[in-house]
């Protein structure tokens, strides 16, 4: 049996040996080039050539993800393909974009297989399609490290309507979409810690897919972009987490607010999760990878912009007011004690 699985294991050496891996012209030709648009000219050239209508401007936006760091290897490549585009396309909806296309950088170690690529190219093809936007170009590079995505993604705006950061005011109304927290306590469930297993069994099989769903897969509130637009003074997407990124927004401006943390809006799951095990709470107004909306909005539109959500299918809360100062943002806990966190944020570094 021994001799037998040498040989097996020599065979199969062999035909790695005298299979071809494509080239880079081939492997561009044949996976990606199908993906992309009019201004990509068939990925047969160096640059691609993007028309802006008269009275647009151009949004751009550039996130990485790295195996190891922002995926696991072993996640589905047609998911790890969807993430790296949706986290940008969350961006362009922050700012009030119109997506327009995207430039695709790709850091491939030595052992990617073809098989891997065309179901990479395949995910990444239906959130083409479901968000209208089209790959324009990029790099295919070899690494010795760990997969490497790099996706720029390019939007519009008509000109002076981006929605920036930093620009909220004293009084301004706040709200956010969708929950806050959930593809944190699925990173949780997808690391399955001994510590956490108490939690993590009493969930139902529903919560637990809900959870994981939603670290593996954010949702681009792009359906929000006009009435961000037309209602909102600032906006972001929270993406390194909810108390974090919220002073982030508040202190560019000079303001903060004081946040009750029962009015930020959590998923079924996430209820029973902290339910379980109330310690959770740091990991879910801390935990990042949320995707969704942070605007600050005048008291005059607010109506005005939670009725465009609803027509956009977008649920929205509002979650507390801007007020002067340069304090770090309060959140109060259940029994009116003021919280704190080791860290209000993912951090890279």
Not at 326 to 331: A, C, E, H, T
């Amino acid at each position: 049996m021994a001799s037998m699985a040498r040989i097996i294991a020599v065979n199969k050496l062999v035909i790695s040996l005298i299979v071809p891996r494509l080239s880079e012209d081939d492997l561009i030709a044949t996976i990606f080039a199908p993906l992309a648009g009019p201004g990509g000219l068939r990925l047969q050239d160096d640059a691609a050539l993007l028309k802006v209508a008269p009275g647009e401007e151009l949004v751009l936006t550039k996130d990485m993800l790295v195996a190891g760091v922002h995926f696991f290897a072993d996640d589905p490549p047609g998911g790890i393909a969807r993430k790296a585009l949706r986290v940008n396309l969350s961006d362009l909806a922050a700012k009030g974009a119109e997506p327009r296309g995207f430039l695709l950088g790709l850091g491939l170690p030595g052992d990617w297989q073809e098989e891997w690529l065309k179901a990479f190219a395949a995910g990444l093809a239906g959130d083409c399609k479901s968000f209208a936007i089209a790959l324009l170009g990029g790099d295919t590079v070899r690494t010795p490290g760990p997969l490497t995505l790099s996706i720029t993604a390019i939007g519009a705006v008509p000109e002076g309507k981006m929605v920036p950061r930093g620009a909220a005011r004293d009084g301004d109304h706040l709200f956010v979409t969708g929950t806050i927290g959930d593809a944190a306590l699925g990173l949780k469930l997808r690391l399955g810690a001994e510590a956490d297993q108490a939690w993590i069994a009493r969930l139902s099989d529903d919560q637990r897919a809900h959870l994981l769903d939603r670290y593996l897969l954010p949702r681009p509130r792009l359906g929000l972009r006009a009435a961000l637009r037309y209602h909102a003074r600032a906006a972001m997407d929270i993406s390194d987490g909810f108390a974090g990124d919220l002073t982030k927004m508040l202190r560019l401006a000079g303001l903060t607010a004081e946040i009750d943390a029962g009015q930020v809006p959590l998923s079924d799951a996430a209820r029973a999760a902290l339910n379980l095990e109330p310690q959770l709470l740091s990991t879910i107004l801390c935990g990042g990878d949320d995707y969704e909306i942070l605007c600050a909005v005048p008291p005059e539109e607010s109506k005005g912009f939670l009725q465009a959500a609803e027509a956009a299918g977008i649920e929205a809360r509002e979650i507390g007011i801007c007020t002067s100062g340069d304090q770090p943002v309060r959140i109060k806990g259940a029994h009116g004690e003021w919280l704190s966190f080791e860290a209000g944020s993912f951090q890279h570094f």
